[in-house]
């Protein structure tokens, strides 16, 4: 079979290549590591092994040289881990904590930060949600002080991911007192004295360290301040479309594979005489089941490859994080449905699945938050 | 005349009882109510992780409250069918879908059965210490080979003497572990279809009867559900049930019940739900204003409370039926159906409403969505529903 554009048959070579490695090296313990509430971290060393973590990154930090098509193929197949924590954790590292580095930082920051980030040395997290500014990023609070040879950080943030494990987190804190976007700058504050995290439980993704991150006296040095002083509010807007992206991605790996464990089920598990996919009603659940995951891919794919050409795919970007979040969920609820009092059971997949995919219309902007800016882009 | 003012107030904060029910249940309401917040409710998330414990049937049959009811004679209350309605609801205050789920099963599924079908000495051996709740109970039906297909189970109870002896497995069994007798589904005679079928009343300490495991679940933590297995357990002739052959009609109509007591938990736990909500989107704050005074908020609340009101006079007029004797198996699977999924809808808009702190432990709602989610596969799934709807018009 042809690849999909935008994928071409190298990317499906690489395809191929990253699930192997995911279901020999990574599956087999995601179950424990779902019990755990925790994933090693030797995890992000191994896929370093691989150059996983470097795949869109250029050369000269340790990475493959690629783009966001090369990544892309990671991040969807990442869903065959079996744990949406584990594959958030890889994501928060990948997708979101390395990116501004790379975007915005000094050739000295990469050199400290991004490649050994790619070596899966140094682990990253991004922090910007805060307790009372979820959403509304305008109301951040976490504040930069002005001190000799950098700053004072005071404040805290919440479901942070790679929070407990993270060795440096990109932080998005107020460096004036100003209100709204205004004022906002990044610092790349390093785990150590005055930084405390507590690990969250949540409904899923239980292998990722969720954390509340407190920061008490925090000092940074000026060598750590990542862009431009108070022009963070666009440091965060850079990312959002390719975060938001890999979400969409990450659900129709996730898509894909949940509906065809759920047919197989179906043909194997028999009620009244018969396989329940001979039941018209399973059937056609199925049919549907199988249609919203081909409608995601496309939505998404779109998506993506408008993004990767370069064009402004705002619009196109945030209609697939928003349709591909919920359908996800969906689909996972119904396959927890077809698989009937075994989908209750951890004992199966499926209902870790859908308890992951609860956090796709919350996470990366609310699904609400996705319809404010549709409103805005068309003009309403 | 009355005047304009008088005429068109709004009165929503009035207290409206619904007709079903009389001052004597509300009293019921307020006691049960006082006994749930004080006693149960500060324990749930410990038992959260440790099942709760038997000493809340024991503390329950003490103050009246597993037979409300039940025949004065066997130590009940002798209420009518509303009175454990009115427990359905008020339980869900306790935070534990579980909690709520290892009573009704005691309570509402596995007793009701006992004082219809069963014999005196029964009665006497067991539902007396149920409703003083020294006794807990269990009821077995689905096996891992057989859900939804109840006709498909493969336990078998052979005659052997003057007694059974009973062989197979059961799965998904609430109280499971720490039921004492199980009122057991078995297949007597495999070629008789729906006439081959006989209840037992098993002793969970007789020899062969084995708890194999718990089970893991997505919600309904606190509750024990097990897996058991029946080897070669060897039963009396007066451990059956009812009358041999008869296993598959009494399971039927005892279903029924277990429905509707089951769409008035979910009806009160969506409310409960919905409540704790609208609380914290007045206190949250976003765009320098409560979330609740966005339209899309307020809009979602309005759409649950209207669910909400649907499912609540569905369960209210079909149990004023159920009461009153009709025996109306399509308006019950309707209730149930519709109950479910409102339960199961209105948790997950309230985690989305909540944002971020919805997919969090801590703030419950991750947890009402968890336990919620049971009830629609749990006495029958959606589509085990909408067959029976189906087919009631002749389909």
Redesign the interface.
Known sequence: MSATPPFTDEHEELRSSVRGFIERELSPDAQSWEAEEWFPDEVFAKLAGQGLLGLKYPAEYGGEGGDYLHEAVLVEELARIGSGGTAAGIGAHVNIATPPIWKFGSEEQKQRYLAPAIRGEKIGALGI?EP?A???V??LRTTATRVDGGFLVNGSK??ITNGVRAHFIVTAVKTTAEGGHNGISFLIIDRGEGVSSSK?????WNASDTATISFEDVFVGQENLLGPLHEGFKLIMANFQWERLAMALGAVGAMQLAYERTAQYARER????RPIAKHQ??RHKLADLAASAHTARCVTYDALRRFCAGEQALREVTIAKLVTQRACFELMDEC??IH??A?????YWV?RA??DA??G???GG???IM?EILGRLLDL | MASTETVLKPDHQAKRKHFIFTDEHEALRESIRSFVLKELTPHAEEWEETTFPDSVFTRMGELGFLGLDKPEAYGGQGGDYYTSLVLAEEIVKANSGGLAMGVAVHTDMAMPPILAFGSEEQKQEWVVPAIKGEKILCIGITEPDAGSDVAGIKTRAVKDGDGYLINGSKTYITNGLRADVIVLVTKTDADAGYDGFTLFLVPMDAPGVIREKKLEKLGMHASDTALLAFQDVRVPESAVLGQVGKGFYNIMWELQGERLIGAAGCVAGAQRTFERTLEYANERKAFGRSIGHFQVIRHKFAEMATKIESARQMVYVTAWRFANGEYPVREISMAKLHAARVAVEVADECIQIHGGAGYMREYGVERAWRDARLNRIGAGTDEIMLDVIGRSYGL
Not at chain 1, 270 to 273: E, N, R, S
Not at chain 1, 343 to 347: F, H
């Open positions: 949600t009372d979820g959403s509304d305008a109301s919440t479901y969250l439980r949540k409904l899923g028999t009620a009244f005489g009603a399973i927890l449905q009937g009092g989908g209750y059971m951890r004992e209902e859908a308890r609860r956090l219309p919350i996470g609310s699904d609400e319809r």
